[in-house]
């Protein structure tokens, strides 16, 4: 673009009087989401951007850890993001809350927060390393809701970058059937001299539309007039991003001028390229490189904040989420007025060790104030420890997050975006609103964590601690569920990836003071008897005073898959006490439960008690107990016992050129292919019975195989019976 004055740079707001002229003003704020895959350049963008309008002095990197954004000491330890971070800028009177998110696939909740936070997203593709599959899908699925969207390439200050080459690659797989709606808006001009780390950087860019050069080489950003050969070479350029912006404007007397040859002022065109890019009809590629050392002028950061300012739609322009009463009812949609009843969500909760906990807020309507009396709903999420939860609370003290740096705010309006402390209650997800209007808000969705992790307490401290430590985690982090598996009695983490899980064990340990030790992830086996058999429980004790003595026999056999467990009373002639019945089945029930063979839960048998002896004195409940216990292990022994393993239903969504892959990789894990059938364009659902043995690691090892494309679910079926070698297996580890 490059076409309109733009005001001075202003810093990112400190309680200035325009700070809180822009914070009472809807239409004057942009909220937009850095979307890209790990390494694209995100972080090391809003850097450059933050720089660029004043807010920092000088640009970290992340390989130091001095980024605004990467604040978090394992961030700094991975030199990557993990988790949504929101960087405020002001350009040209505008304030945009820029959302720093990760892109690795681990930490796709933290991606999908900022995605609901946000209004728009900048989609960030480096020069050197292509587009990956996770990307490609997450453009999908913003387009499926109409979000506008832009591109930025990056890195173009690499030796082996390609701008040209790049834009085609956005173009393939961003524009659909419409690949003349993804075009850049400017040509890197040629590379000038070698910077100090030896590689050639882009002297500046030539605007399409405007017909400038905008130079950077020197340091600062200068406009001039291109010579006659360059606006030449440009010519096939201009003409189809043109024609593309005259198309998207929907206007055929306007497609007709300019067909017809008549010229199209500057204005008309940028004006139609704003109201094309804010309704998600045109995306619009841009150019980005790292300023040179001391210098503010990062290549294009000056058209891109301009692009954002002014294409990109404020909060005013995008409808928020459906909502109803606490109770599921429906009431009035919700619009961006400040006047409006309050509506915000919660999209992020963190831990401070100083502050407490933090709860990053997306208003959607209405206004907060300091001090102002809400209600906290949220949904209920039983498999992931959660319930539904209603409670009224004071808002503490406003701030706008720079980083980890916390700046007092007086209010938050509708469309804006601020930190909470204190909010005891409030989890990731949840709406605050009024206390004489509650609501709740639909939520968005979340990634099913499918990777287990078992984990034990150190020590008998972190173990006191542990409870309290992981509700608050959870709180925190709804892409974590926790289990206490009632068969393996094993603490497990659902996580959505291995580095998702050492994130968090990480989190336990230094923000909580927790130490855990992950351990073997046991599945969740049962046994059951082979065949019929008998057996005899004796259990005779005397040792001064009542002595112990109870005998009783019993037969078992196996019933069908499902049907439970069965006990049958067939003694006759009073040889077992009626009152010490109960107590053989007990004790039967009780065994069943710590298995008669490997450990796990015995299933689907019937056990009849068929004789026994008592003793006027010597006989109890307790006895009883131990004999009908004695008398099942024993008839384990002569009817045989079988494992039984879970068997899951698989969904696996790839893309078609992995669907060899996938149903090869699904056979060796002992998988039964249902069917297969496509969804949408390009993309395979592929159905198949797996036994969850043979799936436990399956949520890293499907993102290997895929690409990062791939995409599944998971749910319990039935228990069936294992293949001998795969028992004998079984058996032995978990017998030592």
Same mark, same amino acid.
């Given at each position: 673009?490059?076409? #309109?004055?733009?005001?001075?740079?202003?810093?990112?707001?400190?309680?200035?009087?325009?700070?809180?002229?822009?914070? *009472?003003?809807?239409?004057?704020?942009?909220?937009?989401?850095?979307?890209?895959? *790990?390494?694209?350049?995100?972080?090391?963008?809003?850097?450059? /951007?933050?720089?660029?309008?004043?807010?920092?002095?000088? =640009?970290?990197?992340?390989?130091?850890?001095?980024?605004?954004?990467?604040?978090?000491?394992?961030?700094? #330890?991975?030199?990557?993001?993990?988790?949504?971070?929101?960087?405020? %800028?002001?350009?040209?009177?505008?304030?945009?809350?820029?959302?720093?998110?990760?892109?690795?696939?681990?930490?796709?909740?933290?991606?999908?927060?900022?995605?609901?936070?946000?209004?728009?997203?900048?989609?960030?593709?480096?020069?050197?390393?292509?587009? $990956?599959?996770?990307?490609?899908?997450?453009?999908? &699925?913003?387009?499926?809701?109409?979000?506008?969207?832009?591109?930025?390439?990056?890195?173009?200050?690499?030796?082996?970058?390609?701008?040209?080459?790049?834009?085609?690659?956005?173009?393939?797989?961003?524009?659909?059937?419409?690949?003349?709606?993804?075009?850049?808006?400017? %040509?890197?001009?040629?590379?000038?001299? =070698?910077?100090? +780390?030896?590689?050639?950087?882009?002297?500046?860019?030539?605007?399409?539309?405007?017909?400038?050069?905008?130079?950077?080489?020197?340091?600062?950003?200068?406009?001039?007039?291109?010579?006659?050969?360059?606006?030449?070479?440009?010519?096939?350029?201009?003409?189809?991003?043109?024609?593309?912006?005259?198309?998207?404007?929907?206007?055929?007397?306007?497609? +007709?001028?300019?067909? *017809?040859?008549?010229?199209?002022?500057?204005?008309?065109?940028?004006?139609?390229? &704003?109201?094309?890019?804010?309704?998600?009809?045109?995306?619009?590629?841009?150019?980005?490189?790292?300023?040179?050392?001391?210098?503010?002028?990062?290549?294009?950061?000056?058209?891109?904040?301009?692009?954002?300012?002014?294409?990109?739609?404020?909060?005013?322009?995008?409808?928020?989420?459906?909502?109803?009463?606490?109770?599921?009812?429906?009431?009035?949609?919700?619009?961006?007025?400040?006047?409006?009843?309050?509506?915000?969500?919660?999209?992020?909760?963190?831990?401070?060790?100083?502050?407490?906990?933090?709860?990053?807020?997306?208003?959607?309507?209405?206004?907060?104030?300091?001090? !102002?009396?809400?209600?906290?709903?949220?949904?209920?999420?039983?498999?992931?420890?959660?319930?539904?939860?209603?409670?009224?609370? #004071?808002?503490?003290?406003?701030?706008?997050?720079?980083?980890?740096? !916390?700046?007092?705010?007086?209010?938050?309006?509708?469309?804006?975006?601020?930190?909470?402390?204190? /909010?005891?209650?409030?989890?990731?997800?949840?709406?605050?609103?009024?206390?004489?209007?509650?609501?709740?808000?639909?939520?968005?969705?979340?990634? $099913?964590?499918?990777?287990?992790?078992?984990?034990?307490?150190?020590?008998?401290?972190?173990? +006191?601690?542990?409870?309290?430590?992981?509700?608050?985690?959870?709180?925190?982090?709804?892409?974590?569920?926790?289990?206490?598996?009632?068969?393996?009695? !094993?603490?497990?983490?659902?996580?959505?990836?291995?580095?998702?899980?050492?994130?968090?064990?990480?989190?336990?340990?230094?923000?909580?003071?927790?130490?855990?030790?992950?351990?073997?992830?046991?599945?969740?086996?049962?046994?059951?008897?082979?065949?019929?058999?008998?057996?005899?429980?004796?259990?005779?004790? !005397?040792?001064?005073?009542?002595?112990?003595?109870?005998?009783?026999?019993?037969?078992?056999?196996?019933?069908?898959?499902?049907?439970?467990?069965?006990?049958?009373?067939?003694?006759?002639?009073?040889?077992?006490?009626?009152?010490?019945?109960?107590?053989?089945?007990?004790?039967?029930?009780?065994?069943?439960?710590?298995?008669?063979?490997?450990?796990?839960?015995?299933? $689907?048998?019937?056990?009849?008690?068929?004789?026994?002896?008592?003793?006027?004195?010597?006989?109890?409940?307790?006895?009883?107990?131990?004999?009908?216990?004695?008398?099942?292990?024993?008839?384990?022994?002569?009817?045989?016992?079988?494992?039984?393993?879970?068997?899951?239903?698989?969904?696996?969504?790839?893309? $078609?050129?992995?669907?060899?892959?996938?149903?090869?990789?699904?056979?060796?894990?002992?998988?039964?292919?249902?069917?297969?059938?496509?969804?949408?364009?390009?993309?395979?659902?592929?159905?198949?019975?797996?036994?969850?043995?043979?799936?436990?690691?399956?949520?890293? +090892?499907?993102?290997?195989?895929?690409?990062?494309?791939?995409?599944?679910?998971?749910?319990?079926?039935?228990?069936?019976?294992?293949?001998?070698?795969?028992?004998?297996?079984?058996?032995? &580890?978990?017998?030592?």
């Amino acid at each position: 673009m490059g076409d #309109r004055t733009t005001a001075a740079p202003g810093g990112p707001g400190r309680g200035t009087a325009a700070d809180q002229y822009q914070r *009472s003003r809807p239409d004057l704020i942009r909220n937009v989401v850095l979307v890209g895959h *790990s390494g694209a350049g995100k972080t090391t963008l809003a850097e450059t /951007l933050a720089l660029a309008t004043g807010a920092l002095t000088r =640009a970290g990197r992340v390989q130091d850890g001095t980024t605004v954004s990467d604040y978090d000491e394992i961030e700094h #330890r991975q030199q990557r993001s993990v988790q949504l971070s929101l960087v405020p %800028l002001v350009h040209a009177g505008v304030r945009i809350n820029l959302l720093d998110t990760p892109g690795y696939a681990d930490f796709v909740g933290e991606l999908r927060a900022g995605l609901r936070a946000a209004d728009a997203a900048l989609f960030v593709v480096p020069a050197t390393d292509g587009i $990956d599959g996770a990307t490609r899908m997450l453009w999908e &699925e913003c387009a499926a809701v109409a979000m506008p969207r832009a591109l930025v390439v990056t890195k173009l200050d690499a030796p082996q970058a390609d701008f040209n080459a790049t834009v085609e690659l956005c173009r393939e797989a961003f524009g659909g059937d419409n690949p003349e709606a993804v075009l850049p808006l400017y %040509l890197p001009l040629n590379r000038g001299p =070698a910077g100090p +780390d030896g590689n050639p950087r882009i002297s500046g860019l030539l605007g399409l539309l405007s017909g400038s050069c905008y130079d950077y080489g020197s340091g600062q950003r200068t406009e001039h007039t291109p010579d006659r050969a360059l606006v030449e070479t440009a010519a096939e350029a201009r003409d189809r991003l043109i024609e593309a912006v005259i198309a998207e404007s929907e206007d055929e007397a306007l497609m +007709d001028r300019y067909l *017809s040859g008549e010229t199209v002022d500057t204005k008309t065109l940028i004006d139609d390229l &704003e109201r094309a890019v804010a309704r998600g009809a045109f995306h619009p590629v841009l150019a980005s490189a790292l300023p040179v050392e001391g210098s503010r002028a990062g290549l294009g950061s000056a058209e891109l904040l301009e692009l954002v300012s002014s294409a990109f739609p404020s909060p005013a322009e995008h409808l928020p989420p459906p909502a109803t009463t606490p109770e599921g009812r429906p009431r009035p949609a919700l619009a961006c007025d400040p006047e409006g009843p309050l509506a915000a969500e919660v999209v992020k909760t963190s831990g401070d060790p100083y502050v407490g906990r933090l709860s990053l807020v997306r208003v959607f309507s209405g206004t907060l104030r300091p001090d !102002q009396p809400v209600h906290v709903s949220g949904h209920g999420q039983a498999d992931r420890g959660t319930d539904d939860h209603d409670a009224d609370e #004071r808002v503490g003290s406003l701030s706008s997050p720079f980083g980890r740096t !916390q700046r007092s705010v007086d209010q938050a309006v509708a469309g804006d975006i601020v930190c909470i402390a204190k /909010l005891g209650s409030a989890q990731t997800g949840d709406t605050l609103s009024a206390p004489a209007d509650p609501l709740l808000v639909a939520p968005w969705a979340m990634p $099913d964590p499918l990777l287990p992790v078992a984990v034990e307490a150190h020590s008998k401290a972190d173990e +006191d601690k542990l409870s309290q430590s992981l509700g608050r985690i959870t709180a925190e982090d709804p892409t974590l569920r926790l289990e206490q598996n009632p068969d393996t009695h !094993q603490l497990v983490l659902w996580c959505l990836g291995e580095a998702h899980a050492d994130v968090l064990l990480e989190r336990l340990r230094s923000r909580y003071g927790v130490q855990v030790d992950p351990v073997p992830y046991t599945v969740p086996l049962r046994e059951t008897f082979a065949g019929t058999g008998h057996g005899r429980g004796r259990h005779v004790k !005397q040792s001064g005073g009542h002595g112990q003595f109870a005998i009783c026999e019993i037969d078992v056999e196996p019933l069908p898959p499902g049907s439970g467990f069965e006990f049958v009373d067939r003694v006759v002639g009073g040889a077992v006490p009626r009152q010490f019945i109960p107590s053989v089945e007990k004790g039967v029930r009780a065994q069943l439960l710590r298995g008669v063979s490997a450990g796990f839960p015995v299933v $689907d048998v019937r056990v009849t008690l068929v004789d026994g002896k008592a003793h006027s004195v010597d006989s109890s409940d307790a006895a009883f107990q131990t004999a009908g216990a004695l008398a099942l292990r024993e008839a384990a022994g002569t009817a045989g016992v079988r494992l039984l393993e879970p068997v899951a239903e698989v969904r696996v969504l790839v893309p $078609d050129e992995y669907v060899g892959a996938v149903l090869s990789d699904l056979s060796s894990r002992r998988g039964r292919v249902q069917g297969t059938e496509p969804v949408g364009t390009g993309r395979t659902l592929v159905r198949a019975e797996v036994p969850e043995l043979e799936i436990v690691r399956y949520a890293v +090892d499907l993102r290997s195989l895929s690409h990062g494309a791939g995409d599944f679910t998971r749910a319990y079926v039935r228990h069936e019976a294992m293949p001998e070698a795969v028992a004998a297996r079984a058996l032995a &580890e978990s017998q030592g």
